[in-house]
């Protein structure tokens, strides 16, 4: 009876899908809006949320969706490898808030990366080959002297600066060193007056 129900459910389900895309196709927003909420109005009952339910405990459908995840992984491997992925990544970062909320959203899985990466003794030691090369060391040398990064540097510092909340932890730093300058010298005017 319950893969009766759940055959009946995906009938259903496909039934609906075709003839919203029929509906939007001719233009009948009316009929669509009605299928849609009568669609709803059943997934909303106890009897559809048991059958819901009931489909998505399967097995074989667990399977299926398994197999579709990895289907769908592939094409999207594909599709970021291909030269018009690359072309369109390198476009989408040139937009700032695109940019932003990328960075956003790959911030905290990175930054774990990393700190299993700096807890692991193998990438610590290629690090350290890296970093004591000489050939490395003197492209560092010469990135620093280079007009350019002094200028970028220049730049980054500006920005800073400009940022209300490093403006805020600097006028704190200043604030604590002022303040331990002054109990400092009011120590010492207190020893002086002693003797």
């Known amino acids: 009876m319950n893969k009766l129900i759940k055959i009946t459910m995906l009938c259903f389900f496909s039934s ?63 599709t970021l490898l291909s030269d018009k992925g690359k072309e369109f990544w390198q476009k989408q970062m040139k937009d700032e808030k695109f940019a932003e909320a990328f960075a956003k959203s790959t911030k905290e899985p990175y930054e774990e990366m990393m700190k299993g990466l700096m807890n692991d003794p193998e990438y610590q030691k290629k690090m350290m ?35 209300p909340l490093f403006k805020a932890e600097i006028f704190d730093m200043l604030k604590k060193i002022s303040d331990e300058e002054r109990k400092q010298k009011g120590g010492e005017k207190d020893k002086g007056g002693g003797e």
Do not use: W
């Open 16 to 78: 609906f899908l075709v003839s919203c895309a029929a509906n939007e196709a001719q233009g009948n927003d009316a009929n669509y809006e009605e299928t849609k909420k009568m669609i709803v109005d059943i997934l909303k009952t106890d009897e559809g949320k048991k059958a819901l339910n009931d489909i998505l405990a399967d097995d074989q459908f667990k399977q299926q969706f398994v197999m579709d995840q990895e289907a769908i992984r592939q094409a999207i491997e594909n």
């Open 129 to 163: 080959e890296i970093l004591q090369n000489p050939e490395m060391e003197k492209n560092y040398t010469n990135l620093m002297k280079s007009n350019e990064f002094r200028a970028h540097l220049q730049d980054v510092m500006k920005e800073q600066f400009e940022n």
